[in-house]
């Protein structure tokens, strides 16, 4: 067993994390590539903002991994909004887009699944529904 092997018990809050942790990646991805368009202010105070949003989004992957009963929410919120933002661009004309948009709904969805199944609860120091 590695020194990661708790992080996958139960599967469920395993998933969770690293599908917070991919999208935390993901939008601080996004504000480095906005910052580095440098299209004067405006691209810098965008990136900002989504490295700082990032950065809490990741703090909540990090919260999963230490197992913290705040992590739920701060896993589930953010899921919620973004497969909302990724349920808009499927619309697009750009396929490009549009398959982006997808494969970002597949892990979103997997993800708030994960985070809200009892195992998960429990997991992070929460009452089961059993209980």
Avoid: C, K, N
Wanted: no cysteine.
């Amino acid at each position: 067993m590695g020194p990661l092997s708790h992080l996958f018990q139960p599967p469920s809050l395993g998933v969770a994390v690293v599908g917070a942790a991919v999208s935390g990646v993901g939008i601080v991805g996004a504000g480095v590539a906005s910052m580095a368009a440098a299209h004067a202010g405006f691209s810098l105070g965008i990136g900002a903002v989504l490295i700082s949003y990032g950065a809490l989004v990741l703090f909540g992957a990090w919260l999963g991994l230490r197992r913290s009963a705040w992590a739920r929410g701060m896993i589930v919120a953010p899921a919620l909004l973004h497969i909302a933002t990724a349920v808009s661009f499927i619309g697009s004309d750009d396929t490009p887009q549009v398959v982006g948009s997808a494969v970002a709904l597949v892990v979103l969805v997997a993800t708030v699944v994960a985070a809200v199944l009892p195992s998960t609860r429990e997991a992070l120091g929460g009452q089961s529904a059993t209980h």
